[in-house]
């Protein structure tokens, strides 16, 4: 097996690993508020969120910035706990609304590079200091990018099916995923060691 294919494979398992909920839980806490109508408006999220981690997994990777991984590991479900809130709290008819586009796509951009650097301490534990790196991190990058849109397109035919074949209201829908999302990020912030 090639290097780019294991450390692709490696990139989309690291998202879609049980044990990387947390990912998921903030992709689907940023994608609740879409339906599978809005397919242009969610790739565009997912570029903001993309461009996001691409820029911090880079400087993580390449050690060209220090942080502090406690304070990262409180920010990941922070993130995931402010964007399931936000939901909550939006008007039945504004989920279309250019504003909460607008909102959606900066949390996607400023919460996708708190989570890069995540990815990149990930990363960072996998490659060996070889001459290969840069073709390490690409195809680590893009298995990650990959299986956000898996994520995606398994939640938007979920929403789908739910909100138009099962007739579940769309008010119900956002509140319930956020509530519950909401729920699970609050237990992972008070696991933490951080307060």
């Known amino acids: 097996m090639s290097d780019f294919l294991l450390y692709y494979k490696l990139g989309v398992r690291y998202i879609l690993d049980i044990y990387s909920v947390e990912y998921i839980l ?30 911090t997994i880079s400087l993580a990777s390449f050690k060209i910035i220090n942080y502090n991984q406690e304070l990262l ?8 706990f402010f964007t399931s809130f936000t939901n909550i709290f939006k008007k039945k008819d504004n989920f279309r609304y250019y504003g909460n586009m607008r909102k959606n796509y900066f949390l996607a951009l400023v919460f996708g590079a708190i989570h890069g650097f995540s990815y990149g301490n990930y990363f ?23 299986s956000q849109i898996i994520v995606s397109l398994i939640f938007l035919v ?3 099916l739910f909100l138009n074949l099962f007739g579940v209201n769309r008010r119900d829908w956002v509140m319930v995923i956020s509530s519950g999302i909401a729920g699970v990020a609050l237990t992972l912030l008070f696991e933490l060691k951080f307060w």
């Open 26 to 55: 903030f992709l689907i806490s940023l994608l609740v508020v879409f339906t599978i109508k809005d397919w242009k408006r969610v790739i565009i999220l997912l570029i903001f969120f993309i461009i996001g981690y691409t820029i």
């Open 73 to 80: 590991e409180f920010l990941l479900p922070l993130t995931i």
């Open 124 to 146: 960072s534990g996998l490659t060996n200091e070889s001459i290969r790196i840069w073709d390490q991190f690409v195809a680590f990058n893009l298995g990650v990018g990959t």
């Open 158 to 160: 979920l929403a789908f």
